[in-house]
Antibody, heavy 118, light 112 residues
Framework: EVQLVESGGGLVQPGGSLRLSCAAS????????MTWVRQLPGKALEWVAE????????SYADSVKGRFTISRDNAKNSLYLQMNNLRAEDTAMYYC???????????WGQGTLVTVSS | DIVMTQTPLSLSVTPGQSASISCKST???????????LHWYLQKPGQSPQLLIY???SRFSGVPDRFSGSGSGTDFTLTISRVEAEDVGVYYC?????????FGQGTKLEIK
């Protein structure tokens, strides 16, 4: 059974940092584009970042560019999101997902909650 | 960025009746290669979003044929025929033709 398990969320003060991880299993992770999507408290979904199979193509939402870094370790079947200089508006549930092609995200993790508050 | 606008934002439907959700984009989602990158997702209460329909009208694996998608260019529709209690949740359209990928605001479906 395909699984994506996120971890690393928590409560952090404004200006702080967190590193999210996503452990993948039961599919060809190294052949898959992977994406981070977040769900804001009001329930809106916002695409955050995406990375190609070998890391040669990376894109970020303008709202996180320069503060967040997506990375992956294909040997460990893992995806990461390093989040620096966090703001209150980054508070959200963060999901990792597999992007089959052009936004067709077929598998999603259960999410990890990030709360930015003093 | 491409803006996705869904209407209505909420629906209350009697079991067995049909429901339709509209999604409009500010730019055409038709790629030069001939495919249209408009997808529909459902987020059931307490769950992660799940893929329902991809590329306008193709049902994802396991999705009942009560769900259908249609449209082209900038105007799209998700139709649920014979709504069942298990269909409750929030439906989102999403464009994948360009980064940043963007979602509609969501349409909440409730059962009367």
């Amino acid at each position: 059974e395909v699984q994506l398990v996120e971890s690393g969320g928590g409560l952090v003060q404004p200006g702080g940092s967190l590193r999210l991880s996503c452990a993948a299993s039961a599919f060809a992770f190294s052949s898959s584009w992977m994406t981070w999507v977040r769900q804001l408290p009001g329930k809106a979904l916002e695409w955050v970042a995406e990375m190609s199979q070998d890391g040669s193509h990376i894109s970020y939402a303008d709202s996180v560019k320069g503060r967040f870094t997506i990375s992956r370790d294909n040997a460990k079947n893992s995806l990461y999101l390093q989040m620096n200089n966090l703001r209150a508006e980054d508070t959200a549930m963060y999901y990792c997902a597999r992007d089959l092609s052009w936004g067709r995200t077929d598998f999603w993790g259960q999410g990890t909650l990030v709360t930015v508050s003093s | 960025d491409i803006v996705m606008t869904q209407t209505p934002l909420s629906l209350s439907v009697t079991p067995g009746q049909s429901a339709s959700i509209s999604c409009k984009s500010t730019q055409s989602l038709l790629h030069s290669g001939g495919r249209t990158y408009l997808h529909w997702y459902l987020q059931k209460p307490g769950q992660s979003p799940q893929l329902l329909i991809y590329e306008v009208s193709s049902r994802f694996s396991g999705v009942p044929d009560r769900f259908s998608g249609s449209g082209s260019g900038t105007d799209f529709t998700l139709t649920i025929s014979r709504v069942e209690a298990e269909d409750v949740g929030v439906y989102y359209c999403m464009q994948g033709i360009q980064f940043p990928q963007t979602f509609g605001q969501g349409t909440k479906l409730e059962i009367k």
